[in-house]
C-alpha cells in the first residue's frame, strides 16, 4: 500500500469521526451521524495495525499513542461525560498485543486479547481484537475479514449496538481504488496525534458556548 493510499485512509478516518463526534455531541437522535462515524474506528484500527508491522522503534511508537490518550482522557470525559477511558487507550492495547503476537510472544498477547474483556476503555475488547484480525490484512485477508464479521456480530449481540455492523463497509477504503487527490497529501508527522485531542478539545468548546 503507497504512502498516498495509507494517508487517504487516515484522512477518511480522520473526517468520519468528527462527523460522529459531531452527531453525539449535537445530534444524538440523527442516525446518519452515527451511521458515517461506523466507518472511522476500523480504519483507524488498520492504521494501528499497519504501524506495528512497519514502525522500526515500537517503543517510541508505542508512546505516542499513550501521550496523545493521556492529553485526551480529561476532555473526553468532560465532552461526553464518560469515566472510561477513552479510544486512543485501546489502540496502545490492542497495538501492544498485535507487536507480542508478531514477536511471537503469544502468552502475552494472549493475555491481552483475552484482558480486553475486563478494561473499561471505549470499544473495549471489541476494539483489541480488530486491531490484532486487521494485523493479516495482506497475508491472510480472509481471516482478516471473517475475524472481523464475527466479533462485529459479537459485540452486536452483547452490546445491542447492531448499527456497528456499517462498519464492515470500511474495508471498501483498503482497496486503493479510491483517488482523492486532496485527502492524498502529505501531512506533517504528528498531525495525526494531535487531531484527536484537539477535535475534542474544539467540540467541548463550542458545547459550553452553546
Known sequence: MSREQRQFIQWVAALTMLIDHIGAVFFPTVIGFRAIGRLSFPLFAFGIAQGVRYTSDFRKYFARILIAAAVSQP??????????????FMLAWGAAALYFWREEKKALAGILLLGAYFAEMSYG????????FFGFYGMKDSLCFYGQVIITVLYGLTKGAWVQILSLFS???LDGKWRIPLLSKKMPRYFFYAFY??????LWGIK???
Open 208 to 210: 459550553i458556548a452553546i
Open 75 to 88: 476532555i473526553y470525559m468532560k465532552l461526553f461525560g464518560l469515566t472510561q477511558l477513552n479510544p486512543l
Open 197 to 202: 485531542p484537539l477535535h475534542l478539545l474544539v
Open 171 to 173: 474495508f471498501s477504503f
Open 125 to 132: 475488547w471489541y476494539g483489541v481484537w480488530m486491531i490484532f
